[in-house]
């Protein structure tokens, strides 16, 4: 066997076994940690925890993640074409500060308006992105102006709500089940029926895979593109609607705060590569209960709300770096 010009030695079989059990290994945890930490974290909470396992407080947790679910998901369609979506809680706010603007008109298009506002948010960030601006950078504009224009609308105050259809949208069951969950999960079929069955699915896939490939094959990439940033914006005006519902309050200064962060972490955890080209909508839907768990035990146990944060990006980090060794880079 002669040596390779560089002078490295030749890889040994040995050594490429010992390469490819580190690589599975990696990959498995790429894939499945999230489970295992959400198990891992369960159990803690079932022990150390008082009270946890009441029918009240896991309702009050699949209530409260259920917002963050909605945009983890729009947010993992985005990083499957390879871009990202730092607006979203921007776009939670701005969807906070209209609705008691049009609520004289009724809650049904108080609710159409935030909606389409999400959507012109998305619109904007699609197109920019579409036209060759980094996403990363596109959309950090909007993080900043977005708050900014949510609490223009708002005139920067708070604003209570008592309205029955938006209390019943944050707060009201279907067969005991929290319509908000019923919402997420309702959110996370149709997104896997997309990826799985329809055009548009494949097209974003392609995208994230191989981008000047997808072009060459005459791909519409930039309506693509576009299309996906739309969906993230409508699914994050969403998720503002049923937290001003559940609160009972649109504020505009702290609707959607760093829900990107958590958003992103639950999409890196739950196994969607940051690369793009790969999704997945039940490791996502894991990593955003996941997200919320933590900051439910990190409360119950008297810590700082700090604490959370920094656990999530001790998360995050490690996700991205697993991603990176299994990418072999």
Same mark, same amino acid.
């Given at each position: 066997?002669?040596?390779?010009?560089?002078?490295? !030695?030749?890889?040994?079989?040995?050594?490429?076994?010992? /390469?490819?059990?580190?690589?599975?290994?990696?990959?498995?945890?790429?894939?499945?940690?999230?489970?295992?930490?959400?198990?891992?974290?369960?159990?803690?909470?079932?022990?150390?925890?008082?009270?946890?396992?009441?029918?009240?407080?896991?309702?009050?947790?699949?209530?409260?993640?259920?917002?963050?679910?909605?945009? =983890?998901?729009?947010?993992?369609?985005?990083?499957?074409?390879?871009?990202?979506?730092?607006?979203?809680?921007?776009?939670? =706010?701005?969807?906070?500060?209209?609705?008691?603007?049009?609520?004289?008109?009724?809650?049904?298009?108080?609710?159409?308006?935030?909606?389409? =506002?999400?959507?012109?948010?998305?619109?904007?960030?699609?197109? @920019?992105?579409?036209?060759?601006?980094?996403?990363?950078?596109?959309?950090?504009?909007?993080?900043?102006?977005? /708050?900014?224009?949510?609490?223009?609308? $708002?005139?920067?105050?708070?604003?209570?709500?008592?309205? %029955?259809?938006? $209390?019943?949208?944050?707060?009201?069951?279907?067969?005991?089940?929290?319509?908000?969950? @019923?919402?997420?999960?309702?959110?996370?079929?149709? $997104?896997?029926?997309?990826?799985?069955?329809?055009?548009?699915? /494949?097209?974003?896939?392609?995208?994230?895979?191989?981008? !000047?490939?997808? @072009?060459?094959?005459?791909?519409?990439?930039?309506?693509?593109?576009?299309?996906?940033?739309?969906?993230?914006?409508?699914?994050?005006?969403?998720? *503002?609607?049923?937290?001003?519902?559940?609160?009972?309050?649109?504020? %505009?200064?702290?609707? *959607?705060?760093?829900?990107? @962060?958590?958003?992103?972490?639950?999409?890196?955890?739950?196994?969607?590569?940051?690369?793009?080209?790969?999704?997945?909508?039940?490791?996502?839907?894991?990593?955003?209960?996941?997200?919320?768990?933590?900051?439910?035990?990190?409360?119950?146990?008297?810590?700082?709300?700090?604490?959370?944060?920094?656990?999530?990006?001790?998360?995050?980090?490690?996700?991205?770096?697993?991603?990176?060794?299994?990418?072999?880079?």
């Amino acid at each position: 066997m002669t040596e390779p010009l560089s002078g490295t !030695p030749a890889p040994t079989p040995t050594r490429m076994a010992g /390469r490819t059990g580190a690589a599975g290994r990696v990959t498995w945890l790429s894939d499945y940690g999230v489970y295992l930490a959400l198990g891992v974290l369960l159990s803690f909470n079932l022990v150390f925890t008082p009270n946890f396992a009441t029918v009240a407080n896991l309702r009050l947790q699949l209530v409260q993640v259920a917002p963050v679910a909605i945009v =983890a998901l729009g947010m993992a369609l985005v990083i499957g074409t390879g871009g990202i979506d730092l607006s979203v809680g921007s776009t939670m =706010a701005i969807a906070a500060a209209l609705l008691p603007l049009y609520l004289g008109y009724g809650p049904w298009p108080a609710i159409a308006v935030a909606v389409l =506002a999400g959507a012109a948010v998305g619109l904007v960030n699609g197109g @920019l992105v579409a036209y060759g601006i980094q996403p990363i950078v596109a959309t950090l504009g909007l993080l900043v102006a977005g /708050r900014g224009v949510a609490l223009v609308l $708002a005139d920067g105050r708070l604003v209570e709500i008592f309205d %029955p259809t938006l $209390a019943a949208i944050g707060g009201g069951q279907v067969l005991g089940v929290p319509l908000a969950v @019923l919402m997420a999960l309702t959110v996370a079929a149709a $997104a896997g029926f997309v990826l799985r069955r329809a055009a548009f699915g /494949r097209r974003l896939l392609a995208v994230g895979g191989n981008r !000047p490939a997808a @072009l060459l094959a005459g791909l519409p990439v930039r309506r693509t593109l576009v299309t996906v940033y739309v969906i993230s914006g409508v699914l994050a005006a969403m998720a *503002g609607v049923l937290t001003t519902g559940r609160q009972s309050a649109s504020d %505009p200064s702290f609707t *959607g705060l760093l829900i990107e @962060l958590s958003a992103i972490t639950a999409v890196v955890v739950g196994g969607t590569p940051l690369a793009g080209g790969r999704v997945r909508i039940l490791g996502t839907l894991m990593g955003a209960l996941l997200m919320q768990l933590i900051i439910a035990t990190v409360i119950q146990h008297d810590l700082h709300d700090s604490t959370a944060r920094m656990i999530q990006a001790a998360i995050i980090v490690a996700a991205v770096y697993a991603q990176r060794d299994r990418s072999g880079t």
